[in-house]
Every structure is written in C-alpha cells, then in structure tokens.
C-alpha cells in the first residue's frame, strides 16, 4: 500500500495552468498518482497508510528560492524553519560570488571575515571540506549523516575562485591564473554546481574584467550550467550594467540568470519598464534568461560593501588598515558622501537610508534597529565618524538594510515571464531583512491574494517551475507523476508573511503542510524532527 495519500486538495500545479481538484498519492519520495475530482468522479478512491484531508487547502510544489544565503545555517541549525516554514523545499547557494568553496587554508580563512555579516564567523561549523564536491557531500550528511532541513544546490563563487588563483590584487589574471580558474570553475561543475555566481560590486570579483568572466563562463556552458552575477551596479549605471550582463553571456553563449534583478534608488525611480524592454529584446534575439526578486522594497548586505572597491583590495586586514589611517580614511568617505562610491552603486551615499541590522560583537547591540543618521545624531558625531567606528570596533562585521528601492518597480519586475523568486535572505543579525523569513508567503499574500498583481496560478510558476527549468532538474517544479514529492500544502486565503521589519524573524502564517522528498518537515504548521534535504546536484550533460 502506498504511503500517503492527499484528498480533496485543490492542485495549483506550478504550470500556470487552473487549478483543479484531486487526490494526490506519493509513495518512495514520489508522487505516484494524481485522481482528479476523485470525490465527484464515483470511481474507487485511492487508498494508502495515511490519509491526510486537504478541503480548503491548496497543494503545490515545494517553492524554490533562487537567491538564498543559507551556505552554513543548513548545517548549523537542524531546524531552519526560516526556510521550510516558507515552504521552501530548494535553495540555491554559493551566491554573489562569495561562498566556502572550493578553497585552501588560506582562502578559507578570508572568506569566512569577508561574509562574517551574511553567515556568522563560522566558529560553531567544522570546515571539513575544500572542494565543491566536498562541501555537497557534507550537506548530504548533514546532522549525524541524516541530511539537512530542506534541499540544497550550489553555485561555484567567481570571487572565490579569484581569490583563490589571483588574491585581492586589482589586475588582470595572467594566463596562468586563468587557466587555473577555469580549472577550478570545471572541476566545481563536474562536482555537481549548477552554475557560477558573480559579486561584482565586491571584492575581489569585482577586479575581474568582462573578458575574464567571458572565458570562465563559456567553461560553465560547456558543462549545462548557467551564470548568476550580482552586476556591476544597480544604482547609477544599472541599466547599462544589465546589458553588460546580457552581451557578455551571448558572446559567451552561457544561459544567464540575473540576481535580485532591481532598479533601486532615486535615479532608477519608475525605470523598471526600461529594464524590462531590455530583457525582452534580449529574449526576443534568442537569449536563454531568467532573473529573481524579492517582495520588497528595501535591499540588505554588508556597511564594508558601502566602500570604494580601492579600499578594500588586499581583504580585510587591508580594509581595516586604511579606515585607521585618518587621510586615507577621509578619502574613502569623500569618494562614498560626494563621488559616489561604486560599493554604493555609483551613488552618493544617504546615510539616513543605512539601517543596521546587525552586528557581530554583541557589544555594539544598541546601534542596531537605527539608521547610521540617527546613531550620529545622538552622538554628536557625522555619519561618516560612526560609520567608520563601527566598522572598525565590529571588524567588518555589520550588516544593514538600505531603504533605497521603489514598489512601482518591484511590482512590474515580477510580473516578466523570465522571472522568479529569490529571497536573498540573510539569516544572521538582530534585525535581519523580513525576506529571509517572508518572501514566499510575501508574494502569495499580499501581491497575490491583497493586491492582484499575479493571479495564483502564475505565481505558483514563477516560485516552483520556472527555478526548477533553470536548474535543469527534469523531476521537480510541477505536481506531476513520478516527479518527486517536494510539496506544499497552503491556505490561499490566510497564507501571509508574519514577519516585519519589526519582529523580522516570526514565522508566516496559513503554510500548515510542507514535504521534502515525500517526508513532512512541517506537520499541522510546526517544524517536525525530519531532515529530508539533500544536495542537489547538476544532471550531467550529454
């Protein structure tokens, strides 16, 4: 007898096509039989060990999030309820080119200072891998061999590669060097990555020209994979650095998938169209594209990516080094308060838009939950002197949001047929940005269900199916016979984000059921004990 059978739920199978109502049996991790209107068809019914009543609920894929920084929490915490009680049954790691593998000793060291602020020191994580094989196998582990909360795949970090051929010299690779990460971008590839992401407003990925990212991304084509870069601005210049993007990645012939596709801060208000009609030339002259966004306004990173790109090459000893020395300190905050500092997107930087969110000596505590403004103000200081102070007391490690985007323009973004979610969530700090929490049920909520800017259909699509294209994995992304049994059951009329930028890590509301790979890791809406994730790796290429 088959294990589990779903009755009466209304299927939203991530198509975009209607929904329609039926039984759903899933057996061996796999969904083995779909009866429609199985209660009014007078047909026997399907039977199985357990029966779980879905009347009122709607059942889909597990969602898939594009743009997840959860590199260490997934063997961190057993629980990851961020996550699973999202409905999140796929994450996609390695992201904006910084992440733990591959790596030496000595790369391993700087990567873990230079994203303290997105994942922790790491100091409770045994680094027992190196290679991108490796650091999936490890997930395939997880927690006393059982596995991880939800599914993981991973993208091979172009800054990391740098790091790991070149170092943090702003300069062209020599031949060698190149030759060396084009190994390292193979060898992560044939390992299982889906693909190269890029950070190009930060160190040191951003020192690498187009030609250079060129050659390592005509290696990922080769083995079916696909580009993610973080682009050179999105601020001043975005539009332009999209279109970067998107000849780069022809000349290549590599698929390109765009990261928390934005058009943020005052020069790029009302501006989405512009990008939009970019993206659809491009998909008109036969581009393989696609990009992802989260519900929100605000963005979230480091206060360390706030600066010039010159002051911080040499990593972060070097950093730290140059904000002790007063001139060199004074150059940095002209070029970021008057020039524009490329780690700002090219724009002046408004301090009354950095929020800190967190920070990593539980000392500096009392800053977080205000802006760099208002912390100067109550001190009597300028900006710049807290901002300065603080990057020095916390050693690089603060994190902030930055109130700079426009809803107009997320709203327009996410209604392309190219595009699909990504939460871009950063799990650590006091007060981290509510999408590591919310975007998921954000969307079915309040863009579906309050305001109608997709019907639930096609969200469905762009969180389930259209990820799971991308990723090339031919049995996830639809409810579908013998695809696999990553699924979610949902109230489509109270599903809601509970968490704010108040009380950002409360868990969302109306997400009762969650199945990784036929397992329930949420049961009656609370986290069971369940580790059913694994890595996912890249189907091979014939």
């Not at 084509?221 to 696909?226: D, I, L, N, P, R």
Request: aromatic content about 6%.
């Amino acid at each position: 007898m088959d294990e589990l059978v779903i009755r009466d739920a209304d299927v939203v199978d991530g198509s975009g096509g209607p929904s329609y109502r039926a039984d759903v049996v899933v057996d061996g991790g796999r969904i083995v039989s779909i009866v429609q209107e199985a209660a009014a068809s007078g047909c026997q019914r399907p039977k199985a060990r357990r029966e779980l009543d879905a009347e009122g609920l709607t059942l889909s894929p597990g969602f898939i999030d594009m743009h997840a920084h959860s590199d260490l929490a997934l063997l961190r915490d057993p629980d990851h309820s961020a996550k699973a009680a999202q409905g999140v049954t796929l994450e996609v790691l390695g992201q904006d080119g910084l992440s733990y593998a591959p790596v030496d000793e000595r790369t391993l060291a700087e990567v873990r200072r230079t994203i303290t602020g997105w994942n922790g020191h790491g100091d409770d994580i045994e680094f027992d891998w190196r290679s991108v094989g490796e650091y999936l196998d490890r997930l395939d582990h997880g927690f006393d061999g059982e596995g991880i909360a939800v599914n993981a795949a991973y993208l091979i970090p172009q800054g990391t590669v740098r790091m790991l051929a070149v170092g943090w010299e702003d300069r062209d690779a020599t031949p060698q060097e190149l030759d060396r990460m084009r190994q390292l971008v193979a060898e992560g590839m044939e390992q299982g990555a889906v693909g190269m992401s890029s950070g190009l407003t930060y160190t040191p990925g951003m020192y690498a020209k187009d030609a250079e990212l060129t050659e390592l991304c005509r290696v990922v084509a080769s083995h079916g994979g696909y580009y993610c870069p973080h682009h050179r601005s999105y601020g001043a210049g975005a539009l332009e650095a999209y279109a970067e993007m998107v000849e780069l990645t022809r000349e290549a012939g590599c698929p390109l998938h765009l990261a928390h596709a934005t058009m943020n801060f005052g020069v790029n208000e009302g501006r989405a169209p512009e990008l939009l009609a970019l993206l659809d030339e491009a998909l008109a002259a036969g581009a393989d594209l696609t990009l992802d966004t989260y519900p929100y306004t605000p963005g979230s990173t480091t206060l360390v990516a706030m600066l010039p790109s010159w002051a911080s090459e040499g990593g972060p000893e070097a950093i730290l080094k140059r904000l002790t020395d007063t001139d060199t300190a004074e150059r940095i905050r002209h070029h970021m308060e008057v020039v524009g500092s490329d780690g700002c997107q090219g724009v002046p930087i408004e301090w009354d838009t950095i929020e800190i969110s967190g920070v990593a000596d539980p000392a500096l505590g009392d800053l977080v939950g205000r802006t760099v403004q208002e912390s100067a103000q109550a001190s009597g200081e300028t900006p710049w002197s807290t901002a300065r102070s603080l990057l020095l007391a916390d050693r690089l490690g603060t994190t902030i949001l930055q109130h700079v985007g426009h809803e107009e323009n997320v709203r327009a973004i996410m209604r392309h047929r190219a595009h699909t979610g990504g939460s871009d969530g950063l799990l650590q700090g006091t007060k981290p940005h509510p999408r590591a929490y919310g975007t998921f049920p954000q969307y079915l909520g309040r863009y579906v269900r309050e305001l109608g800017v997709l019907s639930l259909e096609e969200c469905v699509a762009h969180l389930t199916s259209r990820p799971a294209a991308r990723l090339r994995l031919p049995d996830r992304g639809l409810v579908r016979e013998g695809y696999r049994a990553d699924l979610v059951l949902f109230d489509a009329e109270t599903v809601a984000a509970g968490a704010t930028f108040e009380a950002p890590r409360t868990l969302p509301t109306g997400i009762p059921y969650v199945l990784v790979d036929g397992r329930f890791v949420m049961e009656d809406g609370r986290r069971t004990d369940v580790l059913a994730g694994r890595a996912v790796r890249s189907a091979p290429r014939h």
